[in-house]
């Protein structure tokens, strides 16, 4: 599923129906590394996945991107820095 190219509108359509599975399989295949280095470019690609999934409102997407992207930044410094760009998340 990874392979799969998903579309704007396919994101936001899966998002908003609770099925964000495939796409949080793809993120993790793409991005996974890059959230357990708990670099800044990490956390900022984090910090917008995650200002998107609560923008589109979705309560159960919500509680798996919690669920599912919440571990890859386990480290008490990840966790951290974590914090610090989740403070500005609601922030545009």
């Known amino acids: 599923m990874a392979e799969e190219v998903y ?4 994101i936001e359509d899966d998002i908003r129906a609770g099925r964000p599975e495939g796409y949080f399989d793809y ?3 793409t991005y996974g590394t890059i959230f357990q280095a708990g670099s800044i ?9 995650l200002r998107q999934i609560l923008a589109l409102g979705n309560e159960r997407s919500i509680l798996l991107s919690a669920e599912r992207l ?4 386990a480290t008490e410094r ?3 820095n974590l914090c610090g760009v989740l403070n ?5």
Do not use: N, V
Request: glycine residues 14%.
């Open 27 to 29: 993120i993790y295949k």
């Open 41 to 49: 470019q990490g956390l900022e690609t984090f910090r917008e996945l």
């Open 78 to 80: 990840q966790t951290k």
């Open 88 to 92: 500005g998340a609601g922030e545009d």
């Open 70 to 73: 919440f571990p890859l930044a």
């Open 7 to 10: 579309s704007r509108g396919k």
